[in-house]
């Protein structure tokens, strides 16, 4: 893969060399909670991005009997929320699963419900299995199915619950827990009691989820969507509506991104998600940029090329991309479509400025696996 090898012994580096009276200086202005900028200029100062994470992989097939399990051992009553949470192997120690994004498999019972509660940290689900679950977000209750993605968005109420008659439901969490934490602004309250329904059952995706409609006569001045589900029977056949009259893009196939309805940008102030559409036999080119992902593969199977290394990947399987890290996918039918899910920290990297990439030339726009 071509990389920039640049050398720290430049002009405008710091190449200071210890000496005696150097480290004493050093050990001087550590008795005062000061240091000298030199020593630690080159590694705050990277050339270019650098991430702390580690592409990783999370297959379902493995994970799923522990994540039924969990239901056997507490009760969301005693966990709050039963969660199986994914981490990255260079992340434990902000229990993140990749940057600065957290995420996990929270499985309910038919009949069992988690109670209300709020946080600073913004939150999404992605539905992964199960019929009759639901959501309640400030009192708007969302009936929810299989890679349905749901936005609770930072501070509102909400709570999860699965009707009985259903059948247990397992999905996705993902939150910026670790980013709030890291800005040191999170906070956690819990609900007296259930919310009171303040709105018809489904309303916001009935109300905001049509064609190109919105309501006229309706006041929103939430910095988040309004629109709290958006389903999956109105996504896939708008990708395949989309591939008819719009060119492959070589890195990413036909790739949607879940916007506010209202605005056009992303769905919460500090995560974005998008769908993706990978064509048969899609084999995609290798690009990098900043920004953190989680993907799902909601359809088909497939492989991602992290960094040089491969990871194979069907329905249901989970894997992250760290910011910065060439990528490319692969579809590995050439009959069916692929469909990757993804959520990201786009909105904070956008909105700071922060965000470049860089695309592949060598190798006819391939990585070579090592």
Known sequence: MEENNYSDDVYGRARVQDSPELIAYYKELETLGAGALWTVANDIEPW???SSSVPMLWKYDDLRDLVLKSSELVTPEQAGRRVVYLVNDKRKDVSAAVGWLYTG??????GESTSA???RASALRFIMEGEKGYTVVDG???MLEVNDFVITPNSTWHEHGVEEGGKTCI???GLDIPLVNALEANDYAVYDGKQELVKPLNFSPITYGCAGLIPADKTWDKPYSPLFKYSWKNVYPALLEAQKVNEINPFDGIFMQYSNPLTGGHVMQTMGAA???LPAGFKGKAHKHTGSFVYQCAKGKGY??????????????????????WHEHHNLSETEDACLFNFNDLPVIESLGLFQ??????NKGHQEIQ
């Open 105 to 110: 498999i929270q499985v309910t019972r038919p």
């Open 140 to 142: 708007n209750k969302i």
């Open 304 to 325: 991602t090329i992290i960094n040089g290394k491969r990871f194979d990947w069907k329905e249901r399987d989970i894997f992250c991309v760290p910011s910065w890290a």
């Open 171 to 173: 999905w996705q969490d």
């Open 275 to 277: 769908m993706q559409l």
């Open 117 to 119: 509660h709020r946080h």
């Open 357 to 362: 990439g860089r695309e592949l030339t060598e």
């Open 48 to 50: 270019e991005p650098r």
